[in-house]
């Protein structure tokens, strides 16, 4: 009980993504070989133990069989709710990038900022964040407000100090980056 009142209060978003990050890290494999092993193992012993001790083998049978089907569900279960936290990141990072291109500056003043934090607060993936690198180096080039290329520069220097940039192109991005802010519009 105490176990699910804490759990009322963590941040399921980041739990989400730091899963996700994790399942689609290196070491994936060797994770998913592990669980699947130790499923494996746990419900072998089981369904020995039910048949050992069962006096018909028609009940066993039927045990293992709930217990197998029990485990597929749990497993397709898991499967959808890792799918869906991640599409519903994905759909909103998509709807803040697409909120750029608004005819309207407070729009898109109001999505940078929420791209900025998003990013920031490390909730989205490495291949993600060059996505939004890019969108953002070309609406600075592009964008006519003043304070919406000033907040895309800031969120690009964000994003050079989290070190979300890979080391090729942190080196070709300060210089643009820089002559871009220093542009005359």
């Known amino acids: 009980m105490v176990l699910v009142y804490s759990m009322q209060e963590w941040d399921w978003q980041l739990r989400w993504s730091k899963i996700h990050e994790f399942l689609n890290s290196s070491s ?71 909120n750029l291109t608004e005819k309207d500056p407070l729009k898109r003043l109001i999505a940078l900022r929420q791209l900025t934090k998003l990013i920031t607060r490390k909730r989205v993936d490495s291949s993600a964040q060059q996505d939004v690198v890019e969108c953002l180096q070309l609406l600075l080039s592009r964008e006519e407000e003043v304070v919406i290329r000033e907040a895309a520069f800031k969120s690009l220097q964000a994003c050079d100090r989290l070190q979300l940039l890979p080391p090729k192109t942190a080196k070709t991005f300060i210089p643009i980056s820089a002559k871009l802010k220093h542009r005359v519009y």
Not at 34 to 40: K, N, R, T, W
Not at 70 to 81: D, G, S
Request: net charge negative.
């Open 28 to 98: 994936r494999r060797l994770v998913l070989a592990v669980l699947s092993g130790g499923v494996a193992t746990v419900s072998t012993y089981m369904a020995a133990a039910i048949w050992v001790d069962s006096h018909s083998q028609w009940i066993a049978a039927g045990a293992i069989a709930q217990g197998v089907g029990t485990l597929l569900t749990l497993i397709l279960l898991v499967w959808q709710l890792v799918n869906f936290y991640g599409n519903r990141e994905e759909d909103h990072l998509d709807r803040l990038l697409v």
